[in-house]
């Protein structure tokens, strides 16, 4: 079963495949802000990027042998937190005047 | 080793010490105000007047300006705090200037939000709150505190935004701001990682030391550095509202609270520039930078993004039609006047000093803008608030104080003598013309004849705000809140405006001392010996 061993180690993820995939997550993220409509799922893109640049962090720290990028995410996360508090209320806030949360339909404030 | 880095590794083992806590002083009073506002909140019963507050903050906002020019000249050791921030005047300049803005932006406040009925004590909370992030931002000496505090200094502004609750506009600009504001974080975000991952650190020192090693586009960690500063560059351009990402400023400034878009205008602009040197005058110096993508570095990106911002702002604030709209191109416009002297001091070493002229535009503007907003709450009340040039009809003569401090904000944004507005163009431009004529580089020449090309369009959406003012019928009857704080704001803005206007040097001086006082902070002797090196082989390129 030697053959087993050689496969997996020449499968085994190095720096570029956790920055591609980074990179890929980040992408969406981003697609996901400009092609979604519902605020919501605008928010959860949103977040997503925040997670990938999260995954490079890690993986170059990692790569590196240091902690710096370990402790970075942390605070990542903890600016992530305090944005999704902020943007439910500000959903809650629009959606009682809207009545939904469609980011077509804000329309009020234009050119 | 030279003296710089033997500080800085001392800085970086010793634990803080005593004299580094006294220079968080202005930071630690804006945040203790607030955190007593939250205590203080909580006692109060529902329908208390809570305008007190805002006196409270200008208050304590007033101390931190004086704390911060106390500590002006104490001589700090620079990197403090395990070398996460930098003390120096530079930082002080910025502590200051936005204590300054947010206090007069406070001052106008209670009785727009009286008449609106959101008479809370949150906003002036969050208000501080976003000056503390301000603060700390301005002294950001790592990636990671610079990251940190410039989402302290949005994620309250985002709110602030849509503070007005029974109006659906405000609703819409906070959540605009909200999703284009995390994007542009996001993005910057990124850009800081693959900084880290090439460079091994956040430390902006030791980036740029660690770039001096990365010599040329062969190297693979060059396309990483190349993207990661495009990124945070990009964040940089959305938080000063240049073009191509300014489209959020219009909507965000009309949006939100007239007291506070003027603090907005300013705060952010002056902090955001105060970073943006930093960090790129410390970490990326544009002789590491250049040469990857067809000899483009970051002085290119400034230099389209100035370009772009002056012919837009201005072009379509003549056609806008509510003056908070056209106020908020204008400072797109302005936004690309500021870029006009970054790329005039920063796209060769020797011009360092030029960098003062942003600074002091940066105060002529802060006061300009703040005072033409504070105009505007003034007429603010609910249901009646002036929002078009017709709105504004016969308003300077019904109220001459009024119509003078609006006179005066206007002529100095426009950029006519004798006003503070026009000596920051003035040494704008001349630091641009100063260039072109020591390099013979046309693309000065261009930015410049465009900067003023623009700024004589400027004028005319400026001072069709005054003719409205003084010369036009009233349309409508506007009743004004009556507020002595907003008179007292507007009235220093103005004073100040014509105070820079006729007797600039001390503004001058104290914003060349404090551009001095950074460029000690700049680069270890590694860096400076390859950025020579790279001089010596690009003007040898140029000979043939």
Same mark, same amino acid.
């Given at each position: 079963?030697?053959?087993?061993?050689?496969?997996?180690?020449?499968?085994?993820?190095?720096?570029?495949?956790?920055?591609?995939?980074?990179?890929?997550?980040?992408?969406?993220?981003?697609?996901?802000?400009?092609?979604?409509?519902?605020?919501?799922?605008?928010?959860?893109?949103?977040?997503?990027?925040?997670?990938?640049?999260?995954?490079?962090?890690?993986?170059f720290?990692?790569?590196?042998?240091?902690?710096?990028?370990?402790?970075?995410?942390?605070?990542?996360?903890?600016?992530?937190?305090?944005?999704?508090?902020?943007?439910?209320?500000?959903?809650?806030?629009?959606?009682?005047?809207?009545?939904?949360?469609?980011v077509?339909?804000?329309?009020?404030?234009?050119? | 080793?030279?003296?710089?880095?033997?500080?800085?590794?001392?800085?970086?083992?010793?634990?803080?010490?005593?004299?580094?806590?006294?220079?968080?002083?202005?930071?630690?009073?804006?945040?203790?105000?607030?955190?007593?506002?939250?205590?203080?909140?909580?006692?109060?019963?529902?329908?208390?007047?809570?305008?007190?507050?805002?006196?409270?903050?200008?208050?304590?906002?007033?101390?931190?300006?004086?704390?911060?020019?106390?500590?002006w000249?104490?001589?700090?050791?620079?990197?403090?705090?395990?070398?996460?921030?930098?003390?120096?005047q530079?930082?002080?300049?910025?502590?200051?200037?936005?204590?300054?803005?947010?206090?007069?932006?406070i001052?106008?406040?209670?009785?727009?939000?009286?008449?609106?009925?959101?008479?809370?004590?949150?906003?002036?909370?969050?208000?501080?709150?976003?000056?503390?992030?301000?603060?700390?931002?301005?002294?950001?000496?790592?990636?990671?505190?610079?990251?940190?505090?410039?989402?302290?200094?949005?994620?309250?502004?985002?709110?602030?935004?849509?503070?007005?609750?029974k109006?659906?506009?405000g609703?819409?600009?906070?959540?605009?701001?909200?999703?284009?504001?995390?994007?542009?974080?996001?993005?910057?975000?990124?850009?800081?990682?693959?900084?880290?991952?090439?460079?091994?650190?956040?430390?902006?020192?030791?980036?740029?030391?660690?770039?001096?090693?990365?010599?040329?586009?062969?190297?693979?960690?060059?396309?990483?550095?190349?993207?990661?500063?495009?990124?945070?560059?990009?964040?940089?351009?959305?938080?000063?509202?240049?073009?191509?990402?300014h489209?959020?400023?219009?909507?965000?400034?009309?949006?939100?609270?007239?007291?506070?878009?003027?603090?907005m205008?300013?705060?952010?602009?002056a902090?955001?520039?105060?970073?943006?040197?930093?960090?790129?005058l410390?970490?990326?110096?544009a002789?590491?930078?250049?040469?990857?993508?067809?000899g483009?570095?970051?002085?290119?990106?400034?230099?389209?993004?100035?370009?772009?911002?002056?012919?837009?702002?201005?072009?379509?604030?003549?056609?806008?039609?509510?003056?908070?709209?056209?106020l908020?191109?204008?400072?797109?416009?302005?936004?690309g006047?500021?870029l006009v002297?970054?790329?005039?001091?920063?796209?060769?070493?020797?011009?360092?000093?030029?960098?003062d002229?942003?600074?002091?535009?940066?105060?002529?503007?802060?006061?300009?803008v703040?005072?033409?907003?504070?105009?505007?709450?003034?007429?603010?009340?609910?249901?009646?608030?002036?929002?078009?040039?017709?709105?504004?009809?016969?308003?300077?003569? +019904?109220?001459?104080?009024?119509?003078?401090?609006?006179?005066?904000?206007?002529?100095?944004?426009?950029?006519?003598?004798?006003?503070?507005?026009?000596?920051g163009?003035?040494?704008?431009?001349?630091?641009?013309?100063?260039?072109?004529?020591?390099?013979?580089?046309?693309?000065?020449?261009?930015?410049?004849?465009?900067?003023?090309?623009?700024?004589?369009?400027?004028?005319?959406?400026?001072? +069709?705000?005054?003719?409205?003012?003084?010369?036009?019928?009233? +349309?409508?009857?506007?009743?004004?809140?009556?507020?002595?704080?907003?008179r007292?704001?507007?009235?220093?803005?103005?004073?100040?405006?014509?105070?820079?206007?006729?007797?600039?040097?001390t503004?001058?001086?104290?914003?060349?001392?404090?551009?001095?006082?950074?460029?000690?902070?700049s680069?270890?002797e590694?860096?400076?010996?390859?950025?020579?090196?790279?001089?010596?082989?690009?003007?040898?390129?140029?000979?043939?």
């Amino acid at each position: 079963m030697a053959w087993v061993s050689t496969l997996i180690s020449y499968w085994e993820p190095t720096l570029a495949h956790y920055l591609l995939l980074s990179a890929a997550v980040f992408s969406i993220g981003l697609i996901g802000v400009m092609v979604r409509r519902n605020a919501l799922i605008v928010f959860m893109s949103i977040e997503l990027m925040l997670n990938s640049v999260n995954l490079s962090f890690i993986s170059f720290a990692r790569y590196r042998f240091e902690m710096d990028g370990h402790v970075f995410a942390f605070f990542i996360m903890a600016v992530a937190a305090a944005e999704a508090a902020v943007a439910l209320a500000i959903v809650i806030h629009v959606f009682r005047h809207k009545r939904g949360v469609n980011v077509d339909e804000m329309q009020e404030l234009k050119y | 080793m030279n003296m710089l880095s033997i500080i800085n590794v001392i800085a970086l083992l010793t634990p803080p010490q005593a004299a580094e806590y006294v220079a968080v002083v202005p930071v630690t009073i804006v945040v203790l105000v607030a955190v007593a506002f939250i205590l203080i909140d909580m006692f109060h019963r529902q329908g208390t007047p809570r305008n007190y507050l805002a006196y409270f903050s200008v208050i304590g906002l007033t101390v931190a300006a004086g704390s911060s020019w106390y500590l002006w000249d104490s001589g700090l050791e620079r990197a403090a705090f395990f070398g996460m921030l930098y003390f120096d005047q530079f930082s002080m300049f910025f502590s200051a200037l936005v204590c300054i803005a947010a206090a007069l932006a406070i001052l106008c406040s209670p009785p727009v939000l009286q008449s609106n009925r959101m008479d809370r004590g949150e906003y002036y909370l969050l208000i501080l709150l976003s000056v503390a992030g301000m603060i700390v931002m301005a002294a950001a000496a790592d990636l990671l505190t610079l990251f940190i505090a410039l989402e302290l200094m949005s994620i309250p502004i985002y709110v602030v935004a849509g503070f007005l609750r029974k109006d659906i506009r405000g609703a819409e600009a906070s959540m605009k701001y909200f999703i284009l504001g995390s994007i542009s974080a996001a993005l910057m975000l990124y850009g800081i990682a693959l900084i880290y991952g090439a460079a091994g650190t956040t430390n902006l020192e030791y980036i740029a030391n660690n770039l001096a090693y990365l010599t040329g586009a062969e190297h693979g960690g060059y396309g990483l550095v190349m993207l990661g500063m495009i990124l945070i560059m990009s964040g940089f351009i959305f938080k000063i509202a240049a073009v191509p990402f300014h489209t959020w400023a219009p909507d965000v400034y009309t949006g939100s609270p007239t007291p506070v878009v003027g603090f907005m205008a300013a705060g952010f602009k002056a902090i955001t520039f105060a970073a943006l040197l930093r960090v790129f005058l410390i970490a990326f110096p544009a002789e590491l930078l250049r040469g990857g993508f067809f000899g483009l570095g970051w002085i290119d990106i400034a230099f389209f993004a100035a370009f772009a911002s002056m012919v837009l702002g201005n072009l379509v604030a003549v056609v806008q039609d509510n003056v908070k709209r056209m106020l908020a191109y204008s400072s797109i416009a302005h936004a690309g006047y500021m870029l006009v002297g970054f790329v005039a001091a920063n796209s060769h070493p020797d011009f360092f000093l030029h960098n003062d002229a942003i600074l002091f535009y940066l105060v002529t503007y802060t006061f300009a803008v703040i005072g033409a907003f504070g105009v505007l709450a003034y007429f603010g009340r609910r249901g009646q608030a002036v929002e078009t040039y017709e709105d504004l009809g016969n308003l300077g003569l +019904k109220h001459p104080f009024m119509g003078l401090v609006m006179g005066i904000c206007m002529l100095s944004a426009a950029g006519f003598p004798p006003t503070a507005g026009f000596l920051g163009k003035f040494y704008i431009f001349r630091s641009g013309v100063d260039v072109y004529a020591q390099t013979a580089e046309t693309a000065m020449l261009v930015l410049v004849v465009v900067g003023v090309v623009t700024s004589v369009v400027g004028a005319y959406y400026y001072l +069709k705000v005054l003719v409205y003012m003084f010369m036009k019928p009233a +349309k409508r009857e506007f009743v004004p809140l009556e507020h002595k704080g907003t008179r007292w704001a507007v009235a220093i803005c103005a004073i100040m405006t014509m105070y820079i206007g006729i007797l600039p040097a001390t503004a001058i001086d104290i914003s060349r001392d404090a551009v001095m006082d950074m460029r000690g902070a700049s680069h270890s002797e590694v860096v400076q010996q390859v950025i020579e090196e790279r001089q010596a082989e690009r003007s040898e390129d140029e000979e043939y």
